[in-house]
């Protein structure tokens, strides 16, 4: 699914969170996050932390994929990157 406004983000969350079984404040408490950042996470609030986004989505299960034009090129130089510091060890 292609997520491309904080609103659909928002959405996708709230529609978990129903299916889980969990209400906004036993979300914020398994994520770690204030039930006011969960609020915000489903209103579509587009100044939400990254970190809080991935806390959300841990708990629900909801993978995130990086896409683009040069993500191949991006994962082989990261893949270079790693190997080379586990080489300077």
Not at 36 to 48: A, L, N, Y
């Amino acid at each position: 699914m292609n997520a491309n406004s904080s609103e659909t983000v928002g959405e996708v969350v709230r529609y978990h969170r129903r299916r889980a079984g969990l209400s906004q404040h036993g979300l914020a408490e398994l994520a770690g996050v204030g039930k006011t950042s969960v609020f915000d996470v489903e209103k579509g609030k587009r100044t939400t932390r990254l970190a809080t986004l991935m806390a959300v989505f841990r708990v629900l299960n909801i993978d995130v994929q990086l896409d683009g034009p040069l993500m191949a090129e991006c994962r082989m130089a990261l893949e270079q990157k790693s190997s080379a510091d586990r080489g300077a060890v």
